[in-house]
């Protein structure tokens, strides 16, 4: 009997013994180092690689990468303890062998439950990869300098051949941080050469500077989630509210009086010790909260009730 005629009766022996084609698939991958396609009801038999023909297993890992996953496995459990869970460690593990991110380098963040790629660690897989380039423009018909809004379009070359990876990004006031306000244009361009590099080396999770102001609460809301509870007595709340107040007040230099004008309409109140205690508390929140995210539009707002003020004088 011929070679490809003892296989085809080997094949259909396997199929009426076992009717399951994950079986198949094992059975044929093991005996004739090929794999098997299934195609309108017929079978397709394609060529493997070396390293994997004859049920052989894949090349391991070198013992840069496999110390590598070991040192990352024993920073995360330092850093995040008990919010780590097998599946945060098995995606941990196929990040470091897979790419060669390095927690310590700061290459992956965790954060709310989820694994994150910084900028750093998507620039560091680009040169060990020795990616041939990235190209980064504006889309200047989006751009709108004065709104500080400001859209980027990046091209990642892996190789001299390569027709190239393409990644777009924005920003703007409203989906930066705080800490980076004002600098919309650089990260609207890290942005787009975030995605492209992701896309070029087949990265699943997503980057860092991508999330924007919505990976974690300011530091003002922190700040006000952790007001006690205060008597209903009038002083603005109570000492503590008040001397919140104040601090807002003189870190963001605001006008005193008008701020008052402001909470007393705020509450809906005649005067701001007819205010109850947590009406008091939630305009501190909401006036902290303004001050970090748009200060020139609280201004605006505060600058409303001069006319009152000078009609009042």
Not at 164 to 192: H, K, Q
Request: net charge positive; charged share 25%.
């Amino acid at each position: 009997m011929r070679p490809w005629k003892q296989r085809n009766e080997s094949l259909r022996s396997a199929a009426r013994t076992k009717d399951n084609l994950s079986f198949l698939f094992q059975y044929v991958t093991k005996n004739y180092g090929t794999i098997m396609v299934v195609f309108r009801d017929r079978y397709y038999l394609a060529k493997l690689p070396s390293d994997v023909k004859g049920g052989a297993k894949m090349k391991p890992p070198s013992p840069a990468r496999q110390t590598l996953t070991t040192v990352n496995s024993r920073l995360a459990k330092t850093l995040w303890g008990s919010a780590l869970n097998s599946i945060h460690f098995l995606t941990l593990k196929q990040m470091s062998m897979q790419f060669g991110f390095s927690i310590a380098m700061g290459d992956v963040l965790f954060l709310e439950n989820n694994w994150y790629v910084t900028h750093t660690g998507l620039i560091q897989l680009a040169r060990r990869s020795r990616c041939a380039g990235v190209c980064v423009e504006t889309i200047n018909e989006f751009c709108e300098p004065k709104a500080g809004r400001f859209y980027f379009r990046a091209t990642v070359y892996t190789s001299r051949r390569c027709r190239g990876f393409v990644g777009y990004g924005d920003a703007d006031p409203s989906n930066v941080a705080p800490l980076v306000r004002g600098a919309e244009m650089r990260v609207a361009e890290t942005r787009a050469v975030n995605r492209a590099l992701r896309k070029a080396y087949g990265i699943g999770i997503c980057s860092i500077e991508e999330i924007g102001s919505v990976a974690a609460p300011t530091q003002s809301q922190r700040q006000a989630r952790k007001l006690p509870p205060q008597p209903a007595n009038g002083n603005c709340g109570g000492p503590k509210v008040r001397d919140r107040l104040c601090q807002i007040i003189r870190q963001h230099q605001l006008d005193p009086n008008l701020v008052k004008s402001y909470a007393v309409d705020f509450c809906r109140t005649k005067t701001l010790r007819e205010a109850t205690r947590e009406q008091v508390e939630n305009f501190v929140a909401h006036l902290a909260d303004w001050a970090e995210k748009d200060r020139n539009a609280l201004l605006c707002q505060l600058n409303s009730y001069l006319p009152a003020k000078e009609g009042a004088a």
